[in-house]
């Protein structure tokens, strides 16, 4: 089982990432986002919400994220186009729906 980059969740404790500062590494950008996002009383008011991220930092934690999905053994591999349907509930009739519409898998 893979460790999770941003560590132990269970010790929710602030670290010391201060956005203003340069990051010294990649595992601080999840820490980053967390000391900034976890703080509801900030959020309760939806016209004051003001968030302090960097577009560079959005894009190392998205790296980060595609880095840990890809390595995960339930990912697929596959090609091109591909449509992707929601959970039908076992709901065969609407299965074979999408099949007459879209084509069967082959």
Known sequence: MMEPIIGNMGNRTKSNVDIKKPLTTKQDIPHLFLNQLMHPKNYLNADAIKI????????????????????????????????IFGDIHGQFTDLMTFFNLYGAPH
């Open 52 to 83: 302090n991220l960097k577009p560079e930092h959005i894009i190392t934690l998205c790296d980060l994220a595609e880095d840990i999905i890809s390595r995960q053994p339930m990912v697929l591999n596959v090609k091109a186009p591909l449509k």
